[in-house]
């Protein structure tokens, strides 16, 4: 199975606030693609960051967590590098986009 690197310490940081920020990046990115492929992505979020927000993260990932259908399948494909602060922002977001599926209906 290849594999994908998405790192946050490449990107325009050290803030990653709003949703269309992340959705700009998803596109970007081609995060769609990567979620109907085999290739595992390995998400880096440096200590260098300062800050990611919910809204920034269910742009990036809200339609790869719908798409994996579980939080089992989507940290199969997406594994996270990065601090438990982080962690925890994305595992909140993750499971926020698994209740409100039809967010992501547009």
């Known amino acids: 199975m290849s ?3 998405i790192d946050f310490g ?3 940081g050290p803030v ?5 920020r992340g959705e700009q990046l998803r596109t970007k990115l081609g995060v769609d693609a990567l979620d109907e492929s085999d290739q595992v992505v390995e998400v880096k979020i ?4 300062y800050s990611v927000s919910s809204s920034f ?3 990036l990932f809200g339609k790869s ?5 579980s939080k089992q399948a989507f940290y199969e494909k ?10 925890d922002v994305v595992d909140t977001c993750v499971t926020r986009a698994l209740q409100n ?6």
Request: proline share 5%.
């Open 3 to 5: 594999q994908t690197v």
């Open 57 to 59: 993260v269910l742009g």
């Open 65 to 69: 967590v719908v798409h994996a259908g």
């Open 101 to 106: 599926k039809t967010l992501f209906d547009h």
């Open 10 to 12: 490449k990107l325009e």
């Open 16 to 20: 990653f606030t709003g949703r269309p």
């Open 78 to 87: 997406f594994h996270f590098q990065t601090s438990q602060l982080f962690r």
């Open 46 to 49: 440096p200590d260098t960051t």
